[in-house]
């Protein structure tokens, strides 16, 4: 009922700058807090920046001042803008939303992935 499309990933040098999208779509009603995750070889997923339906935003220690969250409720779309970007932050990139959805049964809410973006930052 709800996919979640990541785009933007790719290979950048150190110091360089990204911009990650992630579009949602199907039956939305709404879509509650977004965010953004990445996963590095042999390491657990983690939280990079989370933003809630009001724009409130967190980020990990590890990414303050460098990323930047943001939201375009009207696109149903989440971005993370990525500055002066280091090796430590080579990994796989993910988004999750929280979605209510419409389907034959009334409203429904699930959380929700995308497929992941490779982002490699070369020294």
């Known amino acids: 009922q709800v996919q979640l499309v990541e785009s933007g990933g790719g290979l950048v040098q150190a110091g360089g700058s990204l911009r990650l999208s992630c579009a949602a779509s199907g039956n939305i009603f709404s879509i509650n807090a977004m965010g953004w995750y990445r996963q590095a070889p042999g390491k657990q997923r983690e939280l990079v920046a989370h933003?809630?339906?009001?724009?409130?935003?967190n980020y990990a220690d590890s990414v303050k001042g460098r990323f930047t969250i943001s939201r375009d409720n009207a696109k149903n779309t989440v971005y993370l803008q990525m500055n002066s970007l280091k090796p430590e932050d080579t990994a796989v990139y993910y988004c999750?939303?929280?979605?209510?959805?419409?389907?034959?049964?009334?409203?429904?809410?699930?959380?929700?992935w995308g497929q992941g973006t490779q982002v490699t930052v070369s020294s």
């Open positions: 999750n939303a929280g979605v209510t959805y419409y389907s034959a049964y009334g409203y429904r809410t699930g959380d929700y």
């Open positions: 933003i809630t339906s009001g724009g409130s935003t």
